[in-house]
């Protein structure tokens, strides 16, 4: 069977959603013997009322991404996926991923977690995965935690 993806993006951001969709990406990788692209993008939104030590909250919330990262790209060397590269953005995962990293990466498939977001809060801002199969110009798989039926 020939390769359907070459270059296989996931994003993760720490969350147990995020983890199962980095064994989801494995997998796939590993079946297409896929390049896989692991990106965390650093929200600033989030950071954005932040005014006192700026600096150190910006070194330590990169250090929490390249850490996180680390532990990723030796997971999936442990499980023979042989070309990984890490991506640390800073801005919005919502626009960042789907329309400027998966580009440069050329990725054929986005992997990326669902988020458990309620209905009101969904309304108002949606979710990274929503704004991901929007935006995208490659395939997505969406994965939901095992407790949603």
């Known amino acids: 069977m020939e390769s359907q993806y070459h ?3 996931v994003a993760v951001d720490g969350s147990k959603t995020a ?13 297409d013997r896929a390049k896989l692209v692991i990106a965390h993008v650093i929200d600033i939104q ?10 150190f909250i910006d070194q330590n919330v990169t250090e929490y991404a390249q850490g996180l990262l680390d532990r990723y790209e030796k997971r999936a060397r442990e499980a023979g996926i042989e070309t990984v590269e890490l991506v640390i953005e800073n801005g919005s995962p919502k626009t960042l991923i789907p329309k400027v990293i998966a580009p440069r990466v050329g990725a054929g498939l986005i992997v990326c977690g669902a988020v458990g977001m309620n209905a009101m809060e969904r309304i108002m801002i949606g979710s990274v995965s929503e704004n991901i199969s929007r935006y995208a110009k490659c395939d997505i798989y969406i994965v939901r935690p095992k407790t949603l039926k």
């Open 7 to 9: 270059t296989i993006l």
């Open 19 to 31: 983890d199962l969709a980095f064994e989801k990406a494995v997998k796939f990788a590993k079946l």
């Open 46 to 55: 989030t950071f954005a009322n932040v005014r006192a030590n700026k600096r």
